[in-house]
């Protein structure tokens, strides 16, 4: 195909996706949906909702050899719930956190970067955030049907400073698109305690309505 050609097929394709910005260098945004988790799951885990934000974020991307502009709206769940540990008490340590965050697809280019992360990247990335998580490892992955279709849930271990005192973790990532969006998903608990079931209750109950 000539060049010229391709670059009128690919103007049509992101005009017919209502993202002319990317043509004429405005700033263009998109936004997600939010993911949420079924008040059902809720109910039988001892998880509530403790935050509920939308977090907006400008990105730099290269789209047809030009440098353009996004804005990414990225909705965000958090659920919490507490745990007994003894000499330190009861604190909310068991977590679980769903981000929705825009696939933002034009003319067949993902211009998202987290829709290529892998659950490595996920827990990498929530462990620059979060201060005093350390020593990630990996152990093991399985599978948990979440929407309707079987997921891939990575496992990792880690450490977190509470209280002066160092606590093993286990961390359950998965991230995956649906229609649309890609859905990034961590639950964080005490590695003393047994959270496996609760957390696959989580998985199965969220709930997701993108395009």
Request: glycine share 10%; aromatic share 6%.
């Amino acid at each position: 195909m000539r060049k010229p050609l391709l670059s009128a097929l690919v103007a049509f394709l992101v005009v017919s996706a209502g993202c002319t910005g990317l043509i004429t260098g405005e700033t263009v945004a998109f936004e997600s949906e939010p993911a949420t988790v079924e008040d059902s799951a809720l109910e039988s885990t001892g998880y509530e909702l403790t935050n509920s934000t939308e977090q907006n974020i400008t990105r730099d991307v290269t789209f047809a050899g030009q440098n353009r502009t996004i804005r990414v709206v990225n909705n965000v769940r958090q659920y919490q719930r507490g745990v007994d540990l003894g000499p330190v008490g009861s604190l909310q340590l068991a977590r679980f956190v769903v981000v929705s965050t825009p696939g933002a697809k034009v003319a067949g280019q993902t211009l998202n970067p987290a829709a290529q992360w892998s659950n490595r990247r996920v827990v990498e990335q929530f462990a620059g955030r979060a201060s005093g998580v350390g020593d990630v490892q990996s152990e093991g992955n399985r599978t948990v049907e979440v929407l309707g279709e079987p997921r891939d849930v990575g496992m990792f271990s880690g450490t977190v400073t509470v209280q002066g005192q160092e606590i093993d973790v286990r961390m359950h990532v998965a991230s995956f698109e649906h229609e649309g969006d890609v859905l990034i998903v961590l639950a964080v608990h005490p590695k003393q305690i047994n959270e496996r079931a609760r957390v696959d209750t989580m998985f199965g109950g969220i709930t997701h309505s993108g395009d």
